[in-house]
């Protein structure tokens, strides 16, 4: 699925970076390879020359992206290098699911998955387990649906602290980029949202 691709080059790419630096590996070659690399992993390949022709095409005919197949390639095995050989990458999407189907909430699927795909804006995942970011997107997706959740949470005997942080931190990140977390929701319905969670421990 070319979604778990992005997914999974979006968090080699973060992961790279909390041991490299950006002037020593340059994000312009470091994304694309990344993706590359996720492809293989998630068995949905990706021709490196393809990846290089259509950045090239995105960028004009101006010559502004300078790097070809070669240095795909080889910043592939720095990256490797760089991550250790560690390339197994679990995402908050399957947890989600199965979390929605036991909450009895499927119907907001779409909205809490748009949530999850957000995350990934953030450094989420290099942090916490995918089922506590998962959760919650769900907290959030309840809360703005008006779905009461709470006795379900109870069940499940987690810490609400971190779920609620985590939340927080969705939340924080929509309002500072003046992003809408779903459509038609007015900046002023994330308040009270917001209003509802404690204050980061």
Known sequence: CYLRVIATAITYFRRVYTRKSMT????????PACLYLASKVEESTVQARLLVFYIKKMCGSDDKYRFEIKDILEMEMKLLEALDYYLVVYHPYRPL?????????????QFAWGLVNDTYKMDLILI?????????????ASVLKDKDT???????????NIVK????EILDFYDTYKIDPQRGLQED??????NKLPSKA
Request: glycine share 2%; aromatic share 10%.
């Open 165 to 168: 942080n985590i939340s927080m």
């Open 189 to 194: 319905k994330i308040i009270p949202v917001m």
């Open 97 to 109: 699911l199965q979390l929605l189907q036991d909450a009895g909430i499927t119907d907001l699927t």
């Open 128 to 140: 916490y387990p995918p089922y506590m970011i998962a959760l919650a997107c769900i907290y959030i």
């Open 24 to 31: 020593e590996y340059d994000p312009r070659l470091v994304a």
């Open 150 to 160: 709470t006795s379900w949470f109870e069940e499940l005997r987690v810490d609400m």
